[in-house]
C-alpha cells in the first residue's frame, strides 16, 4: 500500500552551460508544400535525465513551492515525484522504478 511519506521528489543540478541555457540561434525555415516550418532545436537539444536525484518530502516542502504541478508515478510501495519546473527544461526522464524501466515525459 502507498504511503504518502514514501514519495520522494525529483531535484537536478542543473549547470548553466548546454543547449538549453545558452542563447538560441534563428529558427531554420523550411518550405514544405508553400508553407513555412521552423525548427527551433536540433535534435538531441534537450537532454534526458538518465539518473534523476531526489529528495525527501520534508527537504522538497522547503524547496518548491506547494502549488507546483507534479507528475508522480506510484509501482508497488516505490512512489516519486518529478517536478514539472524541471521537466520543462528536460521533457523527459528515462529510469526504473520497482524494477521496470520507465520515460516520465512532459
Known amino acids: 500500500m502507498f504511503k504518502p511519506y514514501n514519495l520522494v521528489l525529483l531535484i537536478f543540478a542543473v549547470l548553466l552551460t548546454g543547449s538549453v541555457w545558452a542563447q538560441r540561434p534563428e529558427p ?24 534523476p536525484e531526489f529528495v525527501s518530502v520534508s527537504e522538497a516542502e522547503s524547496t518548491y513551492y506547494a502549488d507546483e504541478p507534479l507528475l508522480v508515478v506510484v509501482r508497488g510501495d516505490d512512489a516519486r515525484g518529478y517536478s514539472t519546473w524541471h521537466l520543462d527544461h528536460h521533457e523527459i526522464v528515462n529510469e526504473q522504478i520497482g524494477g521496470a524501466a520507465i520515460a516520465v515525459t512532459w
Do not use: D, N, R, S
Request: charged content about 20%; aromatic content about 8%; cysteine-free.
Open 28 to 51: 531554420k525555415k523550411t518550405e514544405i508544400q508553400g508553407h513555412t516550418m521552423y525548427t527551433l532545436l536540433e535534435p538531441g537539444g534537450i537532454p534526458a535525465i538518465f539518473e
